[in-house]
C-alpha cells in the first residue's frame, strides 16, 4: 500500500474514532457501540470511506483480541484458574453443548443438513469475548459473579474453537471449494502430518510456550529491563505477544489461546505490572480497530434484502443463546440481577464466528447461502450487544432490589494493597517492611531489575515498572489503595509523578520522599502535605549522639534535637511559599536559624521557657512554693 | 461549661472499656477530645499548645488506665512539662485557678481491692493524693474521680452501663446540673450518679 493511501486509511479510522467514541461514551453507551457506530458510519454502506478492506482489516484488528487475552491471562495466576475450574469446564461447556444442541435443531427444522447444521450450531454457542470482556471491565462488572460466570463461559469458548477447527473438515459434505485456495490456506506446518504427529506437536508447542514462559523469557525480560530503556521493554512485550501469536497460528491454534497461556505463565512474575500496562494501549487501539471493522463489515445491502430473514435470525438466535444461558445461570445460582447481566452480556455471537463461518465454507460445510447471511446476523447480534447492556442496566437493574456490588467478590484477580510503594531501595524498603511487619499490604514497584530480582528471591513481592506511568499504577491498584509512598531516587520523577497522582488518582494520599530543602519546597508547592527529608531524620540522630559524644545527658540532646526538627519542619513549610523572592528568602532564612539557636540556648540557659520550667530547679525560688514531688526537689 | 478531656491509654487497640467510653463521649456537644499519646508518642509534650488547650476550657478530664497505682508515664511527663511554675502556679502562675479536674480511670482490680482493708492497702483517691495535691496546688476543683473497676471480667452490659453513666456525668458537669457538695461524699463519682444528678 502506498505511504499515502495508508495515511489516509488511517486517518479515517482513527478520525472517526476519535470522534465518535467520546461521543458515545458521553452518551453513556459505552466506547465499544461508539466503534461500531463509527465502522458503520465509515464504512460501504456509510460515508464510503472505506470499502472492501473491511474483511482484511478485520483479519489484522483480531490481533487485539489476541493481545486482550493475553492481557486476560496476565491477570490471572494459575491459582485463581484453578479455582474457576468448576464453572469453566460446567457452565462453559453446558453453554456451547446446549446451545449447539438447540440452534442445531433449529436449523434442522429449517431443512439444513445434519453436518451444516452442527457447524452452524457449534459456531453460534460461541460469544463475543472482546465485546462482553471489555464492556465489563468498562463498567467494572469483572469481579461481579456473573462477571465471573461470563469470564469463566468465555474462556471455555475460546479453547472449544480449537476442537471446532478441528472437527469441521469431518463435516464436509462436499469437497473444500478447490485445490488451489485449500493450498492457499495450508499454510501452517503441520498440515502434511499424520494425525498423532499433529497432536504431538501441538502438545509440544503448549509445553514449550509455558516452559519458556517459566524459564527463558523471564531471564530476557530481566536482562532487558536491565538496559533501562522503557521502549525496548515495550517492544518486547510486543515482540513476546506477536512470536506466540505466530507460532499458534502456524501449528493450527488460536492465537488469542496461545497468548493467554503465555498471559498465565507470565501472571505471576515481576514485570507483570509492566507487561501489561506496555500491551494496554495496543489492546485498547487494535481493539476498536477491531470493533470498527466489525461495523464497517455488516452488510446492508444483505440486511435491506431480507430485512424479515435478518431480523428473524437475530432474534431468534439471541433468544435462544439467552434462554440457554438464563437457564445455566439459574442453575448455577446466580442471582436475578446477575443472571441477567450474565446472560443478555453472552447472548450474542462471536468475533470466532466469522473464522469459523469463513473456515466452514473453505472445507465445503457450508454454502456462501447459508454463511453470508449468517455473518451479517453475527456483526448485527455484536452490535446490539452494549444496547443489550445498557438496557438491563437502565431499564431492568433498577427494578430489581439489592445489586451486587462490584467490589464485592471475594475471588479479586488484582491485587487490591492499601498501599503502594514507588521505589523500593534503600528507603522505600524500610516503610515497605514496617508496613509487612504490620500486616499492611503494599504493592511494590521498582525500575531497578537487579533489586527487583534480589528481592524476589528473598520473597518480597515486588514489581518491575516505572510508576511515572498511570497505566501502570492503575494496574497496581492505584484506584482501591489509599496511600502512595513516593521513595524514587530521582527528585525530577518523585515531583511528575506527584502531579500525575494529582490529576488520574486525586484519592491517593502522597508521602514523599525528599533529597534535600529545595526538594521539599517543590513538594510543598506540588501540594504534598507529608513530605520527608531523606537524610534529615539521620542527620539529626548523629547530631544527637555527637552532643552525648560530648558529655550532654541523652534527654537533653533528645529534646534538642525535638525542638530542631519541630522548628525544622514549619520553617520549611513557612518558607516553601516565599522561596522565589531571593533577598525575602536569604532574610527569612537567616532569621529562622538565629531563632532556632535562641530557642535551645534558653532550653540550655534560661529560667521561663514554657516547656521545660518544670525541668529547671532555678525555677523554684521559695521553697514554700515549690511543689513535693518535683524531680528537683530532692536535689536541693 | 466546656470540657477539655485529655486520654491518655498507650494501647488503645487493646482496651475494651476505655475505647467504649471515649466513645460515648467524644462527639458530646462542648467536649474537645485531645488523645495525649496520639499527639506525643515521642513523649515531647507541646506545652504551649497544651497551655493554650487548658486555658480555652472549665472542666479538664483526665481519662486513662491506672498502672501500678498510678497514673500511665505520659500523664506525669505532661504533668511536669505543662503545669509549671510561672503559669500553673507560683508567682504569676494561677492560669487554671476556678476550673475543675476530674480523673477517670479504668483499673483492673475490684473496688473490694482498693479499700484499706483490700489487697491493694489504698483507696483509688488516696493513690490519686499527688495528683490530687498538684490539682490543688493550681487552684483547681479536684472532683472524686469517676472510676470503672474489674476492666478484665467486666461483661459487655457493664461496659454500656459504664459508658451511659459517663456520657452522663460529663453531660451533667457541662450543664451544671451535677450536685457537687453531694459529690464530695462520694468515694467515686460515680458510686451514685443517680444521686447526684439533678433535672
Not at chain 1, 464510503?48 to 492481557?71: I, K, P, R, T, Y
Not at chain 1, 498423532?196 to 509440544?204: D, E, K, N
Not at chain 1, 518486547?236 to 506477536?242: D, E, F, K, P, Q
Not at chain 2, 472510676?147 to 459508658?163: K, S, Y
Request: proline share 4%; charged share 20%; glycine share 8%.
Amino acid at each position: 500500500m502506498h505511504a499515502e493511501g495508508f495515511f489516509a486509511q488511517a486517518f479515517v479510522y482513527l478520525l472517526a474514532a476519535v470522534v465518535a467514541v467520546p461521543i458515545a461514551k458521553r452518551l453513556g453507551l459505552g466506547s465499544v457501540l461508539g466503534y461500531l457506530l463509527a465502522g458503520v458510519a465509515i464504512g460501504p454502506f456509510g460515508l464510503g470511506f472505506v470499502g472492501q478492506e473491511g474483511q482484511d482489516l478485520l483479519h489484522f484488528a483480531e490481533f487485539g483480541v489476541v493481545m486482550m487475552l493475553f492481557l486476560v491471562g496476565l491477570e490471572l495466576e494459575p491459582s485463581l484458574l484453578w479455582r474457576l475450574r468448576a464453572p469453566i469446564l460446567g457452565l462453559g461447556g453446558l453453554q456451547v453443548t446446549l446451545t449447539a444442541s438447540a440452534v442445531a435443531g433449529l436449523c434442522l427444522a429449517l431443512g439444513l443438513g445434519w453436518k451444516a447444521a452442527v457447524a452452524v450450531g457449534l459456531t453460534l454457542s460461541l460469544s463475543s469475548t472482546a465485546i462482553v470482556l471489555q464492556t465489563l471491565s468498562e463498567k467494572g462488572l469483572l469481579k461481579t459473579s456473573g462477571g465471573q460466570s461470563s469470564f469463566a463461559v468465555l474462556l471455555f469458548q475460546d479453547i472449544a474453537v480449537i476442537p471446532m477447527l478441528a472437527i469441521f473438515p469431518l463435516l464436509a459434505s462436499a469437497p473444500a471449494v478447490s485445490g488451489a485456495e485449500a493450498a492457499a490456506h495450508a499454510t501452517t506446518w503441520v498440515d502434511g502430518l499424520p494425525g498423532w504427529a499433529h497432536t504431538l506437536a501441538v502438545a509440544g508447542t503448549v509445553a514449550a510456550v509455558v516452559l519458556a514462559g517459566r524459564f527463558l523469557v523471564r531471564p530476557v525480560l530481566r536482562a532487558i529491563a536491565g538496559t533501562r530503556l522503557p521502549e525496548v521493554f515495550t517492544a518486547a512485550a510486543l515482540l513476546l505477544v506477536i512470536a506466540i501469536a505466530l507460532l499458534m497460528t502456524r501449528i493450527g491454534l488460536s492465537p488469542a489461546l496461545g497468548t493467554f497461556l503465555a498471559g498465565v505463565v507470565l501472571a505471576n512474575s515481576e514485570y507483570r505490572h509492566e507487561l501489561e500496562s506496555d500491551i494496554a494501549p495496543f489492546k485498547g487501539l487494535l481493539l476498536g480497530l477491531f470493533f470498527l471493522a466489525v461495523g464497517a463489515s455488516i452488510d446492508f445491502g444483505l440486511v435491506a434484502a431480507r430485512p424479515g430473514l435478518v431480523a428473524g435470525l437475530v432474534v431468534g438466535l439471541m433468544a435462544v443463546k439467552f434462554g440457554v444461558l438464563a437457564a445455566l445461570g439459574a442453575g448455577f445460582r446466580l442471582g436475578t440481577d446477575q443472571n441477567l447481566l450474565f446472560a443478555f452480556g453472552l447472548c450474542q455471537m462471536g468475533e470466532f464466528a466469522f473464522v469459523l463461518l469463513s473456515f466452514a465454507t473453505q472445507q465445503g460445510v457450508l454454502g456462501a447461502e447459508v454463511a453470508s447471511p449468517l455473518v451479517a446476523v453475527v456483526a448485527l447480534s455484536m452490535a446490539l450487544t452494549p444496547l443489550l447492556f445498557l438496557a438491563n442496566e437502565k431499564l431492568l437493574q433498577p427494578r430489581l432490589g439489592t445489586r451486587q456490588e462490584g467490589e464485592r467478590s471475594p475471588d479479586a484477580i488484582h491485587e487490591d494493597n492499601p498501599v503502594i510503594i514507588a521505589g523500593f531501595g534503600r528507603f522505600g524498603h524500610v516503610v515497605g517492611r514496617l508496613l509487612r511487619a504490620n500486616g499492611v499490604g503494599a504493592t511494590v514497584l521498582d525500575l531497578d531489575s537487579d533489586r527487583v530480582d534480589l528481592l524476589r528471591k528473598v520473597g518480597l513481592p515486588v514489581f518491575y515498572g516505572d510508576a511515572t506511568r498511570p497505566e501502570l499504577l492503575r494496574s497496581a491498584g492505584a484506584e482501591k489503595a489509599s496511600l502512595l509512598v513516593l521513595a524514587l531516587d530521582s527528585p525530577e520523577k518523585t515531583l511528575a509523578l506527584v502531579h500525575l497522582v494529582r490529576k488520574h488518582f486525586p484519592h491517593l494520599t502522597v508521602l514523599a520522599r525528599a533529597t534535600d530543602r529545595s526538594d521539599a519546597y517543590e513538594l510543598i508547592d506540588a501540594g504534598v502535605a507529608h513530605v520527608y527529608r531523606e537524610t534529615f531524620d539521620t542527620s539529626l540522630r548523629m547530631a544527637v549522639d555527637a552532643l552525648r559524644l560530648l558529655g550532654f545527658r541523652a534527654p537533653q540532646a533528645q529534646r534538642a534535637s525535638h525542638t530542631f526538627f519541630r522548628h525544622d519542619e514549619d520553617s520549611v513549610r513557612a518558607m516553601a511559599a516565599m522561596r522565589r523572592d531571593h533577598a525575602r528568602h536569604l532574610l527569612a532564612t537567616r532569621e529562622s536559624i538565629a531563632d532556632l539557636e535562641r530557642l535551645l540556648l534558653a532550653e540550655r540557659e534560661e529560667v521561663h521557657v514554657h516547656r521545660d520550667a518544670g525541668w529547671d530547679s532555678d525555677a523554684c525560688t521559695d521553697a514554700e512554693e515549690c511543689p513535693p514531688d518535683r524531680p528537683d526537689s530532692g536535689s536541693r | 461549661m466546656r470540657i477539655l478531656l485529655l486520654f491518655a491509654h498507650p494501647a488503645l487497640e487493646k482496651s475494651r472499656v476505655n475505647r467504649r467510653l471515649i466513645r460515648e463521649v467524644q462527639g458530646l456537644p462542648g467536649v474537645t477530645f485531645h488523645d495525649l499519646y496520639e499527639a506525643y508518642p515521642d513523649f515531647e509534650v507541646d506545652a504551649r499548645q497544651e497551655q493554650a488547650l487548658l486555658t480555652a476550657h472549665d472542666l479538664i478530664v483526665m481519662q486513662h488506665p491506672l498502672y501500678w497505682y498510678t497514673v500511665p508515664p505520659l500523664v506525669n511527663q505532661w504533668k511536669i512539662s505543662v503545669l509549671t511554675y510561672g503559669w500553673a502556679y507560683g508567682e504569676g502562675g494561677g492560669a487554671l485557678r476556678g476550673k475543675t479536674w476530674l480523673s477517670a480511670i479504668t483499673t483492673g482490680g475490684s473496688d473490694a481491692a482498693y479499700q484499706r482493708d483490700g489487697l491493694n492497702r489504698f483507696t483509688i483517691r488516696e493513690l490519686l493524693a499527688p495528683l490530687e495535691q498538684a490539682v490543688h496546688l493550681c487552684g483547681m476543683d479536684f472532683l472524686p474521680p469517676f472510676v470503672v473497676h474489674n476492666t478484665l471480667r467486666i461483661t459487655p452490659a457493664e461496659i454500656e452501663g459504664a459508658a451511659s453513666d459517663y456520657r452522663l456525668a460529663l453531660e451533667a458537669l457541662r450543664d451544671g446540673r451535677l450536685d457537687r457538695e453531694a459529690a464530695r461524699a462520694e468515694p467515686r463519682l460515680n458510686s451514685h450518679l443517680d444521686r447526684l444528678l439533678s433535672r
